[in-house]
């Protein structure tokens, strides 16, 4: 396919038919994911037969393909009055849904300009496991690593030294410059996204607040189980100090908004990027400009993230080649309580939200996890919230009875901003590194660790590369050294499939009990046997 090619259409069934046929051929050519491209042709369907509707069959669209550094997106042109297919009378599904699923990759997005509706998709291509890249990059350094101990130590040491050390560094100058700006522009677009301050209404000011203080009290409950399993090196003294910790928050809130990316400062840059979104989200279309420079700054960036992150995998050689060149590869063994200890706490964290629900609702234990194991499942074997998004949103209306305005919002929203299994790995990676290269560590230094890991949680980009990019900020806030980098993506090919059934099985037990507060939650449906999911 051209890099560009335009194709003209009018509103009859006969040409709606055929431009759905030649969609689904050119994003076939274009090594589109199948799934992908029947969600984008009923998509696109749905929409050409509400434009019809509204415009008449006399009206016309064009279907416009670009391609453009091996990236497909597909645009549909509607000429006429400004009309927004995806806009409902439902609060809860119009602009503020959209958002946080375009956010996600898994919706288009609509916009007018000059006289023009303009729908956008952007398919994802099929992707190569990145798992058996990684694992190919690991079992080839090793293969490698191990063949170069017959060649002489003055050959190993200038290969390490003169080669492969250099090409580190700068994987992480350039992972350094691109970490500070995609958290803020995902901080600052994510709150934005939220639409306006009549949006936040009842349920969804409980929502969010319910997301923030259980992510909080979740993480609470990972330190105290956690702490004990490491020994630190004592720093700023073992005793509490008051003062200490006083700074540090105080520490947070910068001298002026260009210090923090001077400086490299992760939590100063949260916090400047909060402080920008609230004061967007309050100007509301006063800051049209601002948000159109942010969004596509935001986009610009992740998409510098995920060709970085398409890296990785060499990185990963590099790194691991280099420590066995260097006789360090010793350090994997002594990150053995790294995976015991986060399982330990993801097994504790759904334990006490299964308790909950089962107690406060009275549900039976076994039914309740029969309801839920599918989207687990799914999840634990994609690590991708995406792929189980359909089968959560099923689960949670059709078997849990949660109401259908709290699932169409809460779902998209939770699986963005609550990862109680992200607030696992990063608190349980922390402390692990910091026992490994020996960092010192304080009151004031777990209080950190406990901040910028909740933050980050809630912050994390959902693209690809966004762990990678979250794992470089939580270790320049805990002064932990960039070598733990390597470590930590070659042990995340675990962590992150654990992490986000976890994440995504605390969501679904949230939202009942959320519901169950707001009394929109069908209690009969809960405890209904016959609507359980059969295995």
């Known amino acids: 396919m051209k890099n560009a090619e335009t194709k003209n259409f009018k509103f009859v069934n006969e040409q709606i038919d055929t431009a759905s046929d030649n969609i689904e051929k050119s994003l076939a050519e274009a090594g589109v994911e199948g799934k992908n491209i029947l969600q984008i042709k009923f998509a ?18 064009t279907l416009k393909f670009v391609k453009r550094l091996k990236r497909m997106r597909l645009e549909l042109s509607v000429i006429g009055e400004r009309f927004d297919p995806f806009d409902t009378e439902d609060e809860l599904n119009s602009e503020v849904l959209r958002g946080i699923l375009a956010g996600m990759g898994v919706a288009p997005v609509w916009q007018y300009k000059n006289g023009i509706n303009l729908i956008t998709f952007t398919p994802r291509k099929k992707k190569r496991s990145q798992i058996r890249s990684l694992l190919l990059a690991i079992l080839l350094a090793l293969v490698l690593g191990i063949a170069c101990s017959f060649i002489p ?25 691109i970490a500070a700006p995609m958290i803020f522009l995902s901080v600052v677009w994510g709150i934005y996204s939220i639409g306006d301050t009549a949006t936040l209404s009842r349920i969804g000011k409980k929502m969010i607040g319910r997301f923030l203080l259980m992510s909080v009290i979740l993480s609470c409950l990972i330190m105290i189980a956690a702490v004990p399993f490491f020994s630190f090196q004592q720093g700023g003294g073992a005793s509490f100090n008051f003062s200490e910790l006083f700074q540090m928050v105080l520490d947070i809130v910068p001298g002026n908004f260009f210090a923090p990316f001077v400086d490299g400062n992760p939590l100063q840059i949260i916090f400047v990027a909060v402080l920008i979104g609230m004061a967007m989200l309050l100007l509301g279309n006063k800051a049209t400009i601002a948000a159109s420079f942010v969004e596509q700054s935001n986009y610009i960036v992740q998409l510098i993230m995920e060709a970085v992150s398409s890296l990785i995998p060499v990185f990963v050689f590099g790194s691991i080649f280099q420590m066995i060149l260097g006789s360090n590869f010793s350090v994997f063994l002594h990150t053995y309580k790294l995976l015991p200890v986060m399982f330990l706490c993801d097994f ?25 194991l599918p989207t687990f499942m799914i999840a634990l074997t994609t690590a991708s919230s995406a792929a189980a998004f359909s089968t959560n949103v099923e ?19 939770g699986q963005v901003i609550f990862m109680p299994g992200t607030c696992v790995i990063n608190i349980v990676v922390g402390l692990c590194m910091a026992e490994v290269y020996q960092v010192m560590a304080s009151p004031a230094w777990l209080a950190s660790l406990f901040i910028i890991s909740v933050i980050l949680a809630i912050a994390a980009p959902p693209v690809p590369g966004g762990a990678l990019t979250c794992y470089t900020i939580l270790f320049v806030q805990l ?8 470590v930590t993506i070659a042990l995340n090919i675990i962590l992150e499939f654990v992490a986000t059934a976890v994440n995504l099985l605390c969501l ?17 449906t809960l405890k209904d046997k016959e609507k359980s999911i059969k295995l």
Do not use: H, W
């Not at 696109?44 to 669209?61: I, R, S």
């Not at 130590?153 to 410059?177: C, D, H, Q, V, Y």
């Not at 002064?479 to 390597?486: F, K, Q, R, S, Y």
């Open 153 to 177: 130590e003055n050959t190993r040491n200038l290969l390490a030294g003169e080669l492969i050390t250099p090409i580190f560094n700068k994987f992480m100058g350039l992972l350094s410059a």
């Open 508 to 524: 679904q037990l949230e939202l009942v009990e959320l519901s169950g507060s707001l009394g929109m939650l069908d209690m009969q």
């Open 44 to 61: 696109l369907e749905e929409v050409l037969l509400k434009y019809q509707e509204n415009f008449g069959t006399e009206a016309a669209f």
């Open 479 to 486: 002064n932990i050294p960039m070598e733990a980098l390597a």
């Open 348 to 372: 504790l964290v759904a334990a006490v939200y299964f308790l909950l629900v089962c107690i406060r609702k009275k549900v039976n234990f076994q039914l309740l996890l029969k309801k839920l």
């Open 395 to 413: 689960c949670c209306e059709k078997k849990l009875g949660i109401d259908k305005k709290i699932v169409n919002f809460g779902v998209p929203l």
